[in-house]
């Protein structure tokens, strides 16, 4: 497990979810499920799912978004990173037609998409940490988005009932004033236990327990690195994958439930979207200030996993 120090900060924050809630009632009259094996096993009670949209579409949309809060002038983007493993298409990739929804094909940006599955959005922060640091680029905007829909299958009750669609996005540049701390890791003998062809196959509990695991060990090599006490991490904002993860880390970590950010019972499981979706929406509520560390967790396919503490 690689954990390295960078210096990043967050200029502005946005996302976007599809119109369309599917319920766990409306999955029960697909297949054989119950709103309560669904609530009491992962918290979700409901997901959105895009119908006309593509990935490349919801990540613009919450580009935009971004780019409004943070009254950012776009023109100034000269990298875009998206984590994605639903693609609109294998070529070209989500970030270059996001370039070209934005209206920016004029300008002189490097776009391309990074596949970590849940882990996407950390890894993608990771990477444009370090190619801001070089000073070849100046702003970044990084998307995680997917459309999990079109990999699902609906007669599948061990996995459909758990993903859902979004996007999110962050603006970033280089700053020696906001610390941050990288933890990234892959294992690549972990590829039967959760993978993706036409559709998503997983052996649930052979993830939990791996995400169980993994979760704290990253998060306790962030603090070992920055000589950081958990008690000064204002909010920790997880992979929203399942709420008997997030619980099993409260325990293993002993802090307190209310200190994670969570809104998996609204979105399911939107893979490398659910960190900057949960990010965006817990930066609306006016929770933060400009100090306070927070970290981002995230694993999955691959197997992948990895954390970030940023100061804000
Ligand atoms: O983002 C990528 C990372 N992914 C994850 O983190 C997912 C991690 N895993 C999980 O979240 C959980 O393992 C699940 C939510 C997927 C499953 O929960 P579980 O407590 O591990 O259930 P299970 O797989 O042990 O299944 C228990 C029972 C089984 O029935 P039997 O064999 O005991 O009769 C399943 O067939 O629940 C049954 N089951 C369902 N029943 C109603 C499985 N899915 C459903 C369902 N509705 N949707």
Redesign the pocket.
């Known amino acids: 497990m690689a954990t390295h120090q960078g210096a990043l900060r967050i200029i502005a924050t946005g996302r976007y979810v599809p119109d369309l809630v599917v319920t766990n009632d409306d999955l029960s009259h697909i ?4 709103d309560d ?2 609530t009491s ?2 918290g979700i009670s409901e997901r959105r799912v895009a119908f006309l949209e593509a990935t490349s579409d919801l990540a613009s949309k919450a580009a935009e978004a971004a780019i409004r809060q943070g009254n950012f002038d776009k023109t100034q983007i000269d990298l875009i990173i998206v984590a994605t493993f639903t693609p609109d298409l294998r070529s070209p990739s989500v970030a270059s037609l996001v370039q070209m929804k934005l209206g920016l094909n004029h300008l002189n940006i490097i776009a391309f998409d990074i596949n970590a ?2 882990t996407g959005f950390v890894y993608a922060l990771n990477i444009a940490d370090k190619m801001l640091n070089s000073g070849a680029y100046h702003y970044a905007l990084v998307i995680g988005a997917e459309v999990i829909s079109k990999v699902t299958d609906y007669t599948d ?2 996995t459909c ?2 993903f859902g669609d979004g996007a999110g996005a962050m603006i970033l540049c280089h700053d020696p004033q906001k610390v941050a701390y990288f933890n990234v890791a892959s294992r690549g003998d972990g590829d039967q236990i ?1 993978y993706v062809d036409d559709t998503v196959h ?1 052996d ?2 052979k ?2 327990q791996f ?1 169980a695991k993994v979760f704290s060990e990253t998060i306790q090599e962030l603090l070992r690195m920055g000589r950081i006490i958990i008690e000064t991490i204002k909010k920790i904002i997880p ?1 929203q ?2 709420l ?2 997030i619980q099993h880390a409260a325990k293993t970590l002993d802090v307190p439930m209310d200190r994670f950010f969570i809104n998996i019972q609204k979105y399911g ?1 939107t ?1 490398a979207a659910s960190i900057p979706i949960a990010f965006a929406e817990l930066a609306e509520n006016d929770e933060l200030m400009s100090g306070d560390q927070v970290i981002f967790v995230g ?3 691959g197997l992948t996993w990895g954390s970030c503490l940023l100061t804000l």
């Not at 297949?31 to 119950?34: R, Y």
């Open positions: 297949v054989d499920t119950s094996w669904i096993r992962t599955a849940c009750r061990n009932v758990l959760l997983m649930g509990q993830v939990f995400a992979h994958a399942n008997r993860i499981n893979s694993f999955g396919a």
